[in-house]
């Protein structure tokens, strides 16, 4: 009963984050139900993606130019830095339409345990961009989970040498969110984080 | 900001069932931090299956035979045929190791509504094979939901003229389900569908 090209098929779209056996499935039996013409162009999409996107060499956005277009943007300023873990930080930092700094994207948390340290996140490059002289704050965005915390903690401290101020986002109660069903540590976090109105 | 050949990969994996823009930016986001090599696989398995894979001319699953191997196994008998909606749902009956007949996909239910009528169904072929004179019995396999019952209840009154035995899988309480938490539909079918013990 084991078609093998079926079968390869839903081992490939296993790798998705998130995706198991019964999900993938569903994708294969989607795909094979489709054109050949649609099933065509998503390979294409595919191999555009890969042949055409690569990171930013300065800011490690994705992009399909030499540099990206937040990194060669005039109007955008030099001295903030907004620290995120991955590219799609960026799109979401993006949508807020605030922020109008440069970014620097690690490429991942520290996680010791999954033998993820310093080396291999793009941690010295960004040393190497505050040592420039022209970053005046660091903003840390890494994610509010354990992971996205230690990697805030140990560039705060790795940067607390060099002349610039190092914040970390707010945490506390998102927009919309109700006293009743938000958790201690976030009400914790919300507390310690008060502000004079 | 946008990224043509990543929007043209979120607009592909949009396409697949269940998958909204937010998944297909994760799916996306993902794909871009794979090696390319990987990629590459993920779009030959894509196109491999596109190629390779059509549906059986007798009984509509997919194979990569001229004819699927269920079709042309002489252990199976032709005088069952199972009708499904899909032909994934071959793949799930296939799980029970129990039926030794063969099957018949229809690729769709019934849904007016959607301007699908028994012509946009694999419908007439099933009629044509039922008068062959050889299928003794029928089993109407497809979902247990408004479409999938009136599908059945449609192939039943074609069947009728023909001297075939038409039976529908039953409904009642999944194993393990406990009484407390099942609909009252379902219960209400367990309880028309009782059998003596």
Redesign the interface.
Known sequence: ?A????E??I???C????VGRKTA??????????D?D????????????????HPCPVCGM???LERC??CSDPRRTDELLCVVS???DV?AM?KTREYMGKYHVL?GSLSPMDGIGPNELHINALLERCQSGTVKEVILATDSDAKGDVTASYIAKLLRPLDITVTRIARGIPIGGNLEYIDEVTLQKALEGRQKI
Chains 1, 2 share one sequence.
Do not use: C, H, S
């Open positions: 009963m078609i093998a090209a079926i390869k098929l081992i490939q779209l790798k998705l984050p998130g499935q569903r994708y294969a039996y989607f795909i094979l139900g489709m050949k649609q099933t065509r162009d998503m390979a294409v999409a595919l191999l555009d993606a890969a042949e055409n996107v994705y992009t399909d277009e937040i991955d590219p799609k799109v993006e490429f």
